[in-house]
């Protein structure tokens, strides 16, 4: 089954800090979780160039900072000052209780990234940063970027999911990544890709839970993230962040989506039967 979002609807917009947050468990057609197994959020974030968020404290979240292109600055009261770049890349596994803050310089391009939220195995884990060069990117391939700790990607978390990344030529196809057990997660960053007879624009979200094999073909020049997770994984959800008490309960998203559905039927409805407006003589 194939599980398409629109572009989402929760947005925060703090004056030079914008946020879209996509929640892959409202994929479903009855949510009963944000999230999807390990996978708490995907959050499009964007930063206005001299723009700063202040020093703040992350508790049980493992956060993969992904920045395409553009920059990140990152300072910490453990490692220091840190930058994020297309070349670069960081995973904050909170743990315990982790600080940083995140800036742009007025000379620095606007930022445009993901922060990834994943759910830990357990609360209160060590809290640590990993920050590195990423492998060289090869156009039309996957590139593996984060894993679970242990099993050999550049970066690890405390989880059972797998991040990659692609770009993709216009009219190039490719096969998502495919692990048994696992269910699949992407997100369009930019461009356009038709998958399964579905075409997706960008900040458009598949949740993919068949366990077959999926295939892509891009439209146009495009960027895409994929995540292969286990649904069934060992989580805490008492992330500051990706399990914030504010989050609304599934129930009350189930309803919204119902009158969404609702909403849009009557509206094509009510188009569909408008008298066309005469000409003039």
Do not use: C
């Amino acid at each position: 089954m194939l599980l398409k979002g629109e572009r989402t609807f929760v947005v925060r917009d703090s004056g030079g800090f914008v946020v879209h947050v996509n929640m892959p468990g409202w994929l479903r057609p009855k949510p009963t979780d944000h999230g999807h197994g390990p996978l708490a959020m995907v959050v499009e974030s964007l930063l206005d160039p001299g723009r700063q968020i202040a020093m703040h404290e992350h508790r049980n979240d493992e956060i993969i900072s992904w920045v395409p292109d553009g920059v990140m600055r990152h300072d910490d009261r453990a490692d220091g000052r840190l930058v994020i770049d297309r070349d670069h890349l960081m995973v904050m596994n909170a743990g315990a209780s982790f600080w940083h803050s995140e800036e742009t310089r007025a000379s620095d391009p606007p930022l445009r990234m993901l922060q990834i939220l994943i759910r830990p195995r357990a609360i209160d884990l060590d809290a640590k940063i990993q920050h590195g060069r990423v492998p060289a990117a090869a156009v039309n391939s996957w590139r593996h970027l984060v894993g679970p700790e242990g099993e050999g990607a550049p970066f690890h978390v405390r989880s059972a999911i797998d991040f990659f990344d692609i770009r993709l030529d216009a009219g190039a196809r490719v096969e998502f990544p495919y692990r048994e057990g696992r269910d699949l997660y992407f997100y369009v960053f930019s461009g356009s890709v038709v998958v399964g007879a579905q075409t997706f624009a960008e900040g458009e979200q598949g949740l993919f839970l068949s366990g077959d094999r999926l295939e892509a073909e891009a439209t146009g020049p495009s960027t895409l993230v994929a995540f292969l997770l286990d649904p069934h994984a060992p989580i805490t959800r008492q992330g500051t962040i990706g399990d914030h008490r504010k989050i609304p309960p599934a129930i009350l998203i189930r309803a919204f989506l119902r009158w969404r559905k609702f909403r849009h039927m009557w509206y094509r409805l009510f188009s569909q039967r408008r008298p066309k407006a005469k000409k003039a003589m």
